[in-house]
């Protein structure tokens, strides 16, 4: 039922989202990605699924789960993703060339930085977009055990901060939920307060997806000529995934 709640709250609030899929979930959950799709939301790649490490794989394996990933997607997305979180967000030396030779754009396996940044492979330039590993509901309540509250306070103070930080150079906020986390009820209620404060301020930010700050960066801070960075980025971005 999670799922479903937050697909309702997203409408409520006109949220866009970028859906992270594990592509088994078109085995057996369907429904799911035709509800997402219908919606219009941004698909990235997550691997197969979560009981597997792609660190685990030798260079073969991972290759294989990329491409198996990647495959599904298209066939039922009818496009290819342009980006990728790792399973457990556990990485090989051999992701990110991997990656972009299976021709993702950016990656989100990278949580160093509030403004995108560019990464060098084999096969040329792959984009590191931020993802949130604080504003993350598993490390967050089911690691730190931080109520549901705790939660939402923190959600609203990191937008309030970044916002104000943002008038000297534009910066990414991540957002990071599960369905079976923050969509149980007596959490949801409190997500939506926090999610409230943010499209309160809609006309100063942009709320999007992770793919079209991908997009923007890339447009307006080509690769390599990626520095200064703070410079160059025209929009403070809010981006909830």
């Not at 103070?157 to 923050?182: N, S, T, W």
């Amino acid at each position: 039922m999670g799922v479903w709640r937050l697909l309702e709250v997203f409408e409520a609030l006109s949220l866009p989202c970028s859906v992270l899929v594990n592509s088994r979930i078109y085995d057996h959950c369907p429904e799911v990605m035709d509800a997402f799709r219908s919606r219009g939301d941004e698909v990235v790649g997550h691997g197969r699924t979560n009981a597997e490490r792609q660190n685990t794989l030798d260079e073969a394996g991972e290759m294989a789960l990329i491409s198996d990933c990647t495959q599904a997607i298209t066939d039922h997305e009818s496009a290819a993703p342009a980006g990728w979180l790792g399973p457990w967000i556990a990485e090989s030396h051999h992701t990110p060339d991997l990656l972009k030779a299976g021709g993702y754009q950016y990656v989100l396996d990278w949580s160093h930085d509030d403004q995108p940044v560019w990464m060098r492979t084999q096969h040329g330039p792959l984009l590191s977009v931020p993802y949130p590993q604080e504003l993350n509901d598993i490390p967050a309540i089911m690691v730190r055990r931080a109520s549901a509250e705790d939660f939402a306070d923190m959600i609203v103070a990191q937008f309030d901060e970044m916002r104000e930080q943002a008038k000297q150079q534009p910066l990414v906020m991540g957002l990071a939920l599960h369905a079976y986390i923050v969509g149980q009820p007596f959490r949801l209620r409190a997500l939506k307060r926090a999610l409230r404060h943010v499209i309160a301020h809609r006309d100063r930010v942009w709320i999007t997806t992770a793919g079209e700050v991908a997009a923007h960066y890339a447009e307006v801070v080509p690769f390599p000529d990626a520095h200064p960075m703070s410079t160059q980025v025209t929009r403070a971005c809010a981006v909830l995934a």
